[in-house]
């Protein structure tokens, strides 16, 4: 393991390199914003009114509501941790087509969970509104904080999903351009050659066939049979 002598060897190091991108910003702030989501609506989620010992939804006693939160931001949360495992080997990539179709599906699933997370922020903002805060006991604070965070995650994840396009439009390839070059060398130097270049006809010997003058001509000759001339008796 090689350990940097300098702090400049260190800020030139692969690991704080990967960290200073802002592709990776962004996946670790996405994946801290999803944490405080899940965590806080398990923690403090569901807890007992004043009036019943039984146990509700802090968000207008909607169990559906917290089970919401804590679904999307516990695959949230391994959706980027997915990510960034998979951001670490990106430049062992090779084939052109694989990362473009990583990158298409980096964009394709943060616009996902940036139409998530709005739809979620809308669901949880609007059940909070028709809750009575006076009956609950705790939980009011981590509901406000569930619903913050997920606002947070609408942004982080646009974010990513402008990212992941950017990158997309930058180093996607043309496709099947290297077949193409090879198949447009290939015609050129097998195209036949025009009226005005001379053709390169084998030499005329007495063992070689002219193949020219036999594929113009619309028939076969065939051999003559030899004349039969009567001599005069002497």
């Not at 052109?96 to 739809?119: E, M, N, P, Y």
């Not at 496709?175 to 025009?194: F, I, M, Q, W």
Request: proline fraction near 7%; glycine fraction near 6%; aromatic fraction near 10%.
């Amino acid at each position: 393991m090689h350990i940097p002598e300098s702090l400049q060897d260190l800020a030139d190091s692969e690991a704080v390199q990967f960290l200073k991108r802002p592709k990776t910003i962004a996946r670790i702030f996405a994946g801290v914003f999803s944490l405080v989501v899940f965590s806080s609506l398990l923690t403090d989620g569901h807890q007992n009114n004043t009036e019943s010992s039984r146990l509700h939804c802090v968000l207008n006693s909607n169990s559906t509501a917290c089970g919401f939160a804590v679904g999307a931001g516990l695959l949230a949360f391994l959706t980027c941790l997915a990510f960034l495992a998979l951001d670490t080997h990106e430049s062992r990539i090779g084939s052109s087509r694989f990362k473009t179709a990583f990158q298409l599906l980096d964009f394709i699933l943060a616009v996902l969970w940036t139409g998530i997370w709005f739809v979620g922020f809308c669901f949880l903002a609007n059940q909070w509104q028709h809750s009575p805060p006076e009956g609950l006991l705790l939980g009011s604070s981590s509901a406000k904080a569930a619903i913050t965070f997920t606002f947070f995650s609408v942004l982080v994840w646009a974010f990513q999903a402008y990212l992941a396009l950017r990158d997309l439009r930058n180093d996607a390839p043309v496709p099947y351009k290297r077949s193409l070059d090879e198949g447009g060398v290939a015609l050129t130097t097998l195209s036949p050659p025009s009226a005005a270049s001379p053709v390169n006809t084998p030499p005329a010997g007495p063992n070689s066939l002219n193949y020219a003058s036999s594929a113009l001509s619309p028939y076969v000759a065939t051999p003559k049979a030899p004349r039969l001339a009567m001599m005069p008796d002497n």
